[in-house]
């Protein structure tokens, strides 16, 4: 058994994770690789520390970057692993005259930034042209709120447009397979069109964070080494990897669960790919299992940040000698995470790995405590910094 294995083997909730052992031993060989010099610090994502919770959570309160739609619930692409139903709970601001009423609104209940986007095109293009004056308008009047866009495919004018409004960071998805832009997403653009959009916005001044969605065509890994390489002729601030979450797909076209082996590969290419680039293991991912597995080699490949950890993965990356920081702070719609991810590498509270257990074991045994009886009974962390106390994700 190797090194890894035994550490791993060492953590309660991981102990029973089936893993590829020769991938685990691939990424252990790896650990002291030349030019790694981004995987060494990690850090962890979450509502808080010691009264974090990795089932449901509950008694969120109030979002420090909510989601806003232009769109409202519409969408015409209709992708099929979406069905636009990832809008529907999101705040709708359909005219420049709404946006400025949503955006007084949440700054007056305290939210940090918000999630722009909206429902795209028959050409996947999401059309703020007439929101970029009010934009500019919410930036010099809060100059500290922060404005996270989902950009979709634009080419340099609007990538400048953009800039010139004040949007803080652009997102989109990177795409690689043409067959997964055909059939998945309904379009009639091109493997081209998405690095293009991806070589516009970093030609801006706004902070760029691409997403890969992991098994995006149904399931299978397809496109996603080609989107690596896109990114790789770009470089971006920081990317967002995310595991597909089909939950409207179609009964015609059902989607795989991704293979959480298959995932682990693909994390240890990307951390090889992008040695300096921050790489962030944002919210979405298929539950039970495959979450531990995923959440195990994301760690063990040297990820930068993980939204929402499992059980055991912060006693995992500690004992795998990870320089480890927990960032009790929200992260709804995943905007947060982005941000921090970018401006906040270093953030966070600096935790040893017997705090890491002893947390963990009165985590544990809190649940166990709740599942006999103590449900409903709320427990407050202690408030190690202001963002401990910013609640909870509320997706």
Request: include cysteine; hydrophobic fraction near 40%; proline fraction near 5%.
């Given at each position: ?323 480890v920081k927990v960032t009790p702070a929200c992260c ?64």
């Amino acid at each position: 058994m190797s090194d890894w294995l035994d550490r791993l083997r060492h953590v309660e909730p991981l102990e029973d994770v089936p893993v590829d052992e020769s991938l685990v031993g691939k990424l252990e060989q790896s650990w002291g690789g030349a030019g790694l010099g981004a995987s060494r610090g990690i850090n962890f994502y979450t509502p808080t520390f010691k009264a974090f919770q990795t089932s449901e959570l509950k008694d969120c309160g109030k979002s420090a970057w909510p989601a806003v739609s232009i769109t409202g619930g519409d969408c015409k692409l209709q992708c099929d692993h979406c069905k636009a139903k990832i809008l529907e709970p999101m705040l709708p601001a359909r005219t420049p005259e709404d946006l400025w009423r949503v955006v007084n609104g949440i700054i007056e209940d305290g939210a940090q930034g918000m999630l722009l986007t909206g429902g795209s095109n028959h050409q996947n293009q999401v059309e703020y042209d007439r929101y970029y004056g009010t934009i500019r308008r919410i930036k010099d009047e809060f100059p500290d709120f922060k404005i996270a866009m989902h950009t979709a495919l634009v080419d340099a004018d609007i990538a400048l447009s953009m800039e010139q409004a004040g949007i803080d960071a652009a997102m989109m998805d990177v795409i690689g397979s043409q067959d997964t832009i055909t059939q998945v997403y309904h379009l009639r653009r091109s493997v081209d069109d998405f690095e293009q959009t991806l070589e516009h916005l970093v030609a801006t001044n706004m902070k760029v964070v691409p997403h890969i969605v992991i098994g995006l065509h149904y399931g299978r890994l397809l496109g996603e080494w080609n989107a690596l390489e896109m990114i790789r002729r770009h470089l971006p601030d920081a990317v967002v990897l995310v595991v597909v979450m089909p939950f409207y797909a179609p009964e015609s076209r059902p989607f795989a669960t991704p293979d959480a082996h298959a995932v682990g590969r693909f994390f240890m290419d990307a951390r090889q790919a992008l040695p300096e680039t921050p790489l962030l293991l944002g919210c979405a991912r298929p539950p039970g299992m495959t979450k531990l597995q995923i959440d195990t080699y994301a760690v063990m490949a040297g990820l930068n940040g993980i939204a929402h950890p499992s059980d055991g993965t912060v006693e995992l990356a500690a004992r795998l000698d990870r320089q480890v920081k927990v960032t009790p702070a929200c992260c709804s719609i995943a905007v947060g995470d982005e941000v921090m991810a970018i401006e906040g590498v270093d953030s966070g509270l600096d935790i040893d790995l017997d705090a890491i257990i002893a947390q963990e074991r009165d985590r544990r045994r809190m649940a166990k405590m709740a599942s006999h009886g103590l449900n409903g009974i709320r427990i407050v962390a202690e408030q190690g910094s202001d963002a401990a106390a910013a609640g909870c994700c509320s997706t």
